[in-house]
Structure formats: C-alpha cells, structure tokens
C-alpha cells in the first residue's frame, strides 16, 4: 500500500477506536482501479489483527436483482454467521418486509457486537441495489453507539440518484472520509523499486509516467515488464531491455486474451456478461458443457491471471478487467450471449429474480414468457424489496400487449408496487399515461385506491385529486363510490378544508344503495365523527367512531384488521382532542401491538406520531421528543419522505417540546420546520401548523416585533371550527393570548377569549372548555380570582402543562396582599414543570418567585439518584442497556419501538457525554 500511509494511519486510528468500544463509518472514494479494495483488505488486516469480527462483501457491476445480497454474502459466508439466513426468509410473509428485515439485522449485529468488536466492509457500493443501500443508510445510525465500523467504498464520477442519496445519508452521520487519489512520484518510485527490484532509470521513469500514478495501471506494467524479462538490474538500478511503450489497459488485457486458447477466450467473454463473480457449473451450463470439460479453460484463465479463484467461485481479478473484456465485444455479439445466457439459466430453473437482470435487458415487446418471469421475480422480491422489484413489474407492463388479458393485472401491480416503494409520483404518471379504455374502470380505481391509501398519509391534496377522478369514471358500484368519498372527507378533514369535507362525508352517506345498510355504512362513520367533532358535538364523535371500531373484524387477540388502521387510530384522535387521554393511551398501545404482530411498519410509524401527541399532551416531554424523532426516522427508513401529515404532528411535537425545554438545537430545528410548513401553500393545515410554531418559537427567544402577529391566522377559531386532527386544542388558547398580551395587542387578545367564549356557549359540556375561558379571560382583564377559578376548573384535566401554566398565571396575577397564595400557586406551577422536564418554563417560574422573595434551588434528581441526570423512562432504557439488553429487547419490555429506544439513547449519551454502550456499562458500574 504505497503511497497510502495516512489512509492507513486513519484506519488504525478507528480500528483502535473500535476496540475502545466506539464504532462508526469510513467511506473510500477514488477512481476505478485506485486501490480502494486493496484499502479495505488492509483495514480488515488490522481488525483481524486485534480480534475484531470482519465481515467482508461487494456489489456487482452486473447490478444484484436479489435485494440485499451483497451484505447478507458479507454476513452469512462466515463459519460462524450473526444472521440467521433462515429467519430472514421466514420474514417473507410480511407485508413491508424490508423493515422488518432491517429489524432483524440490527438486532443481529447489535448482539454480535456485544461479545466482539465488528468491522463490515462492503467494496462497489456504487452497484448495490436499492435495498442494500437502503440498510448501509439505515443501520449505521441505528447502530451508532454500538462496536460497528463500516467500511465502504465506492467509485468517484456520475452516480445513479439514489446511490448519491445514500451517500448523502452516509456522510450525514459523520462519516470519516478517504478519498484516494493518483499515487506521488515517491509512491511511484517505492512501487517501482517493489516489483522491478531496483530504482527505475530515466526511460523506465518514462514508462511509468505514462500511468499518471494510476495504481492498477503502474502495477499491471510493472509486472508486464517483470514478467516478460523487459527489465534488467544493474549496480540496484531497473534499465528497460528494449523499447517497450505501455499500452493503455485494455489492450493489454486484449494481448493476454488473444494469447489464450479460444475455448478459454470464449468462457472469459461468457463470463463477462454473467458478471465479475461467477461459479464453473454457470459457465458450464451456458456453454452446454459438462464442469469437468472446463478444467483445463479454468486453469488456463487462472495462469493467465485474469481471473482468481474468490472461495467456491471465480471472480475476475480486476473489475476493469471484466469491463475491457465486456468492451471489447460488438453489441449484436453481447445481445446474442445474453439471450444464449439467459435461455440456459431459464432451461435450468435458474431463479425468477437470478434471471430477472437478463430478462429486463434482452426481452421484446410481446414476450409472454419474458413477463412471466419478470412477474414471478417482482412477486418474490416485493416482500423484502418493493423498489427492487417495482422495476422488474415495470418491465413486465412494457412487454405486455395492451390489449391482452394481463395488462389490467400488471397495471394494478405496477401501481402497487411502485407506491410500496416510495414512487408514488411515478405511479401516477403511470395511470395519467394510460390511454382511454385501456384497462377496464374497476381495475383503474383499484389502481387509484393503491395510490390514495399512501397519499392519505402524506399528500392529502393528491389523495383528494385521485378520489375525484375515480369518482368520474363510469360503471363505478355504491360501495366503491361511498368509500371513495369517505376518504376524500377524512383527507379534506387532515387538509384544514371542513366545509369540503363535511359536503364529501355528506355525499358518502346519501348513496341510495348503501343508506339503510349498516354494513356498507361502516365507512362512512369515521369522516362523520371527524365533522361531528367540528361541530363541536363531542359526544357524537365518539359515539359514530366507538361504532365504527365496533363494527370491525378482529382477531382472537382483540385486534383490529391490520389494513383497518384508521379507525382505531382517527378514534385515538378524537380522543385525544376531547381529553380522554388513558383511553387514547389503551387504544394506541393495543394498535402499536397489532402493528408489530402484522409486520406493517407504515401502521407502526403511525401509532408512534399518536403517541408522541399523546405523550406531549401528558407532559411528558422526553418521552414525547424521542417518540417524535422516531416517527421521522421511520418516515426516512419506510421511504415516504418528510411531507404530510404524519410528520407534520412529529414536527410540531418537537417544536413544542423545545418551546417548553429552551434547548437551543431544538429551537432551531423547530424554526426550520416551521418554515418548512408555511411553505406548503396548497395545505392550509400545514400553513396553520407553521405559523402556530413560528409564532411560540418567536415569543420563547422573544423575536415578535410589536404589531407583527396575524391574531386570525393563529387562531383556529377565526376560520373555523377546531379539527380533531389538528394538534391544537382549546386550552392552546391561553398561550396565544399570553404571546398577543406580550406583543402589545390587546385587541386581538380580547377576540381570542370571545371566540374561545362563544364556542363555550354552544357547546356547554365541552371537557375543559369552561376551564380554558376562564384561563383566557383571566389574562385578558389581569383578573387572580379568575386565574384561580380556572384553576380550580383545571383540576381533573389530564394535560398537566396546561395546569401548570394555569398555576402560573395564578401566581403572577396575585397581588403583593396575597403573596402566600402566590408562592403556593408558582411552587405547584414548579413542580409540575420540574417533573415534565420543562427546563424553561421551570425557570420562569423560579424567576416569578426570585420576585415574591423566594428562591428555589434546582433540583439534583428527577428520574433516579443513580442518574439525575435523565429522566423516568431514559432510567429504565439506560438499566437494561447496561445489563446488556439490545434495542430490541429493551423496546420490547417497555413497549415501545426500537426506534424510539435508539432516539433515547442518543439523548442519554449526550446528556452523560458519552458514545458508547461499553462507556455507558463502565458508567453504570461506576454508580452502582
């Protein structure tokens, strides 16, 4: 490894580092022939060196139509494998088995490293497929503080999107960068004097510079001229024995094949288009010979040094060794080979996805066969890897007559397919480009609802849009016209547009076919109960949603069909926007459940945004924040991206939480997604939701300049009813008015309460709403007696924030005559912001009391005297880590996601200032 010494010394480093306990990423960077694999080999020498587990696999140039293949090669080709191969496929029959695949493996590595460091090293990531770059994204942040280094390399130059994206994703979580350059004239010299035996002369120089310091070309001359005796030692001095000029690499390697036999030329030609890897039985079959009529070829391939033996297979000793080979055949010739190819892999019963790469290449428009193949391979691949197998699907529909009997089918699976993974925009264009008539209206709608039934989640608006046109098309059933306005009413209702929503939820119970029939009713009941809600009839909301759950088949264990998700969960939502807080918890725990035991990862992110929401409205703030963080990383694992309504309650979760904590990383993050969602200008909810965190972040860091705030955008009761979805509730009011008091608007505030006043009047027993009026009016006319009386209302109200500001306000208001009332008001304010890990708004209130004469020191424990540090659930995370639980099992005992345990631990770290599970377990015995 000449020329390499500071790329080695850096890989010493995090090897030691490794060893330590502290795991992490290196990314290799340099251009084909660089020596980025002699890199990895030398890096794995180290590790090896100091016990560490390697792990070692590679892409293929010829693309992999197995997801994942190249690290599960790398993690199963040991003697003593952390995966299990077999539970992997056992995985097969769940719905997004990606994550749950991703699941196992993290699992599986995260208890490997717990007997021994581990080093993975993947080599030509730039032709990994998605799934595998997918994981190389995802499973280094999950295994961050674990002892993990992973080593990748890839090659410099244009790179497909979503390799670029995972690179992205790579360097984001602190990768160490390596980017390997042509080698110095020292380097050149050193290698020179390796292979030669002695200093080059001026002309050997010249030869050499030829190579521009490229690594595998330098060696590849050097050898050449050894070799063939064309150099000759003197006095320690390498002098050219005849005029040799250096040819450039591929006719070079043209040279040493034209010298081979020609069975041998035409098994290295077979061989370039099966790929660099490829095993003796696969060249024996698409050459219709017997293995053992290939020894002599094989070996004769072998003594040329152009292939090498790579365990029980053969691999080519370069990759650019294959690719001069590959370009030096006409492209008729590398047709005819593929198709030859692939007739033998399918006359075998080669594997669907093993064959599926051919088929894609070689097949014509109209091949029944080539379809069926591309079809069984989509099939098998979809449950680990929708965006591996959406293309092959795709091929599929491209060969397949139009007017024939497949082409509705495939259209469906296509649609299907490509939602599934993430390329939900490309499934649309799909069906606009569809011609008129094309496919039959029942399959064209059931190709809509696939696209509809990922849009709720994410882009209402385009759900909305795809529910319209299936309502034009003709010929469309009752049934199918009343769900589709149910669910344009639910994503109006998630779109801020009540009125639309109330006129679409109105249209799906007037179908004449289905009014009277319980059963075909049942989906209209939940948008019912949405606009029941916005009419500020409480009761009927819950009444039409606890019908519309009762209404659903469940299983033995009392759960929900797992693609009935909505109704538990917007019933969750109704509950939560009432106050019912212990029954919303019931409901999101057993649906988290049902989640986990039908294997659908987009329903778990779900469950997780709810029980953030719920999490913040019980004021406990670490547990909402690490619950919010979760539902964002499983939106990037899941690939749905960061629009919608999911992560906007995730966003305004954490900007809240931040608000109340005064943590300045967070403020800024809250910032930026606040901006984020104001510009989503077809989304008025979004834009509410945005002003709303911008609006609190500007009072908290006290940037509001007088006159500034739009009191009517901030306020949902300006432009309507409160929504069940929106995560402001009534008791939001207050804080709206303490920022409009603060910015010098009385006015506006005073209009606050009225309307807060005026929905109180017709809604009487509305939980709470007495409560907040009184809050309200407290603040406006600067009344205690009132801030007591809400008080006073407030004390069976489960949000223990809104309480605590109640506490406070009371507090503040009371005059100096009344000053034990004050400082037993603030000291109950105290300890409920105390308790919730509300750091800021704790602070504000000791300054309240500083005022009245009275100081109150900080508290040193909160969770535990072992760790005062964390908070109660960050204790119980950080007790079973450091008796050597993983993730997995600690998410288990505590119920709650793998993804949430994983964001508690990264604020367990940083609170302890640590970054790793063996500083953690030291920690931990430190403070038995």
Known sequence: ???????????????????????????????????????????????RAKDVRVFHGGASVMGEAAPLAPLLDALVATDHPPVDIEILRQLGGSPDQRFWVLRELEERLERASLTAPVLISLDDIQWADPATLTAISVLPKRLAYDRILWVFSVRTGELPAPVQTALTQIRSADATLLTLDRLDE???????????????????????????????????????LSDEGLVEIADGEAHLAADVVPRRLADSIGAQVARLSPLTRELLQMASVL????????????????PVALLEPVREALGSGLIVEDGERLSFRHDLVRESIDAGLPAAMRVAMQRRALEVMLKHGAPPADVARLVMEVAQPGDLDAVAVLRRAAAEIAPVSPAVAAPLSRRALELAPQDGPLYAELVEETVRLLVSANAASDALELIRTLKPGVIDPLSEVRARSAVVSLMMQYEAGEAVNQCQLSLALP???????????????????????????????????????????????????????LIAFTKNDWRGALALADEAVSGQPRDDDGYVSSHLWLYDGWYAVILMAVGRLDQASRIIEIGSRAAIKDGI???????????????????????????????????DEIGEGARGYVNRIALFVLATVATHTGDPAALRAGRSAALKLLAHNECVASIQTGAWILARLDAVEGDAAPGRLDAAALDPLAIGPLRASDPRRYSDGPLLIHTLLENDQPDDAAAVAQRLYDVAARAPDFPAL?????????????DPDLALQAVALYERCPERLVRALAFE???NLLPEGRASEAVQSLDSALAIYTDAGAERDAARVRGLLRVRGVRRAIPNVRGSSRWPELSESEVAVVELVARGATNREVADQLYLSPHTVNAHLRHIYSKLEIRSRVELARLAAKRE
């Open 275 to 290: 790929g660099r890897r490829f095993s003796v039985d696969e060249l024996a079959a698409i050459t219709d010979r017997q």
């Open 601 to 635: 990862a987009v329903n778990m992110r779900i469950w997780s945004m709810l029980r953030c929401r719920l999490l913040l409205y019980q004021g406990r703030l670490a547990d909402a924040r690490a619950e919010a963080e979760a539902v964002l990383q499983m939106s």
């Open 770 to 782: 007495q409560a907040t009026v009184a809050h309200a009016n407290a603040l406006v006319r600067q």
């Open 186 to 224: 020292d380097a050149v010299l050193q290698v020179c004097e390796d292979l030669l035996g002695g200093s080059p002369d001026d002309a050997v120089k010249e030869a050499v510079d030829r190579t521009l310091g490229h690594p595998f070309l330098l060696v590849d001359l050097l050898s050449g």
């Open 1 to 47: 490894m000449r020329g390499r010494d500071s790329e080695i010394e850096i890989l010493g480093r995090r090897v030691d580092r490794l060893v330590r306990g502290r795991g992490g990423i290196v990314l290799i960077r340099g251009a084909a022939g660089m020596g980025k694999s002699s890199l990895l080999a030398a890096v794995e020498d180290q590790a």
């Open 809 to 811: 306000d009371a507090g």
């Open 475 to 529: 010929g469309l059933s009752a049934t199918l016209r009343s769900q589709m306005f149910s669910f344009m009413s639910s994503s109006l209702e998630l779109l801020g547009e009540t009125d639309a929503a109330a006129e679409a939820a109105a249209e799906a119970v007037s179908v004449p076919e289905i009014a009277g029939d319980p059963d075909k009713l049942l989906v209209t009941l939940l948008p019912r109960a």
